[in-house]
């Protein structure tokens, strides 16, 4: 997967710069063509000689060559990449980032880059657990940065825990992973979406709860698809399956508990967004007072009065601007069609996924999906019964033709 690929190595100044070397290495040995980019501190910590020769090409670190003047344009590197790895990544390195800082070539070349970047960051458990350091993490993340995250182990100052940079052979898997993808695009660069995902938990009182058995695997599907083209992904998660895969690489999630907790998180999430996605299962009532103490046994039944919640979908779609995509979907299990298109109307959705519980293999907890696609101008499109991530590959299609569609017409 990696052959051919123009990938850029940055180092910075941590002890686990001589394992940048093991990486090079396996990036070359794959096929790739590698240039590095060290920060000025990375030269105490491994010599520019192993790095260009192990790159077959000349280390950079300043934005002028110092022996012929010439100038290392951090525009053309930015431009030349195929993926930008950072590894290692320090603290420092990690909060410039965050900060949009630009003081060493390294830095520029991040901002000026448009391919995906990996960050691979080395420090001590402290610094890796500092809030700062989790603050600005969460940032990158938000900004598109595709982490990978530290192992666990003996650190080199002697402590135990999670800051020692992943291993190399790791890493660049993880970079071949990204590129095996047949659909990695850059059609959404720069498009920020929002997914909602799972299912909401209605307290009753300080131990109870009403959910329901979403299990968040179409929401997070959809999550990795949009991902791989391009755009920067939110999930606004519920209480998910807890065998799903979990955390998708570079996709920031933010937790909700109730429909009325996930309705205000994703209203704040969608004024910035450019698509959003209603993937989760929203309790459509929950209990009208919640009880701060354990509820205890009483006669021989009991009721519990309950409200209705915020439709998230219907209030997104009140406030959506023109250039906004809105998707919902609908599970049905009669008067699938006519229930769906209702559902478009009212909640005034670009689009509409229809699963009827009618279909096997469609619907909650299953890894494989049978939709329909409806759109407003009568356009329907019937998919087979295939995996929740081809799925979510045809949702993105549409998604990314309407959003052209948009475009066009605001011209
Ligand atoms: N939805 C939402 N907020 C709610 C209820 C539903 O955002 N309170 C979204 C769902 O995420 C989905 C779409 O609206 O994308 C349709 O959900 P569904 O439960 O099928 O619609 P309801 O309007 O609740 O209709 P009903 O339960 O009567 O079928």
């Keep these: 997967m990696l052959k051919g690929k123009k990938i850029l190595v940055g180092v910075t100044g941590s002890i686990a710069a001589y394992k940048s070397a093991v990486l090079i290495r396996r990036l070359v040995s794959a096929g790739a063509e590698v240039k590095v980019i060290a920060t000025e501190l990375a030269k105490q910590f491994i010599t520019p000689l192993t790095l260009a020769t192990l790159s077959k090409n000349p280390l950079l670190v300043d934005f002028f060559n110092p022996e012929n003047g010439e100038w290392n344009s951090h525009v053309k590197l930015g431009l030349w990449a195929d993926a930008y790895v950072i590894a290692p990544a320090t603290a420092n390195t990690i909060a410039k980032m965050a900060g949009g800082i630009a003081d060493n070539l390294l830095l520029t070349t991040y901002l000026s880059a448009r391919c995906p970047v990996f960050v691979a960051p080395a420090m001590d458990l402290d610094m890796y657990n500092h809030a700062a350091t989790r603050r600005n993490i969460g940032r990158l993340v938000q900004d598109g940065v595709h982490l990978i995250e530290p192992a666990s182990g003996e650190l080199a100052s002697g402590l135990e825990g999670k800051g020692r940079m992943e291993e190399p052979e790791v890493i660049a898997d993880r970079i071949s992973q990204f ?9 959404l660069w ?7 995902a799972g299912g909401t938990v209605e307290p009753i009182d300080a131990v109870r709860f009403i959910s329901n058995r979403s299990s968040g695997k179409m ?12 755009a920067t992904v939110t999930v606004v998660r519920g209480s998910v399956d807890p065998r799903l895969p979990g955390t998708v690489e570079g996709v920031c999630e933010i937790e909700a508990g109730d429909a009325e907790d996930m309705a205000r998180k994703t209203m704040a999430a969608a004024v910035e967004s450019d698509v959003i996605v209603m993937a989760a299962a929203v309790a459509d009532y929950t209990p009208e007072s919640v009880s701060d103490v354990k509820i205890k046994k009483q006669g021989d039944d009991m009721t519990i009065r309950l409200k209705q919640t915020r439709d998230i979908a219907a209030s997104v779609g009140a406030v959506k601007r023109p250039s906004q995509v809105l998707v919902g979907f609908a599970l049905e299990t009669d008067n699938e069609e006519a229930n769906a298109l209702d559902k478009m109307k009212r909640k005034r959705l670009d689009m509409i996924v229809l699963n009827s519980l009618r279909d096997k293999g469609a619907g909650f907890g299953c890894d494989t999906n049978k939709v329909t696609i409806y759109r407003p101008d009568g356009t329907r499109r019937e998919c087979d019964l295939k995996s929740k991530s081809l799925v979510a590959d045809d949702i993105v299609k549409e998604v990314i033709e309407l959003l052209e569609r948009a475009e066009r017409k605001s011209k």
């Excluded at 590129?179 to 059609?187: E, H, I, L, N, R």
């Design 179 to 187: 590129f095996a993808s047949p659909f990695v695009g850059d059609a």
């Design 219 to 230: 929401g997070y599907a959809l999550a990795d698809r949009f991902r791989r083209h391009g």
């Design 190 to 196: 720069g498009k920020k979406v929002v997914i909602t």
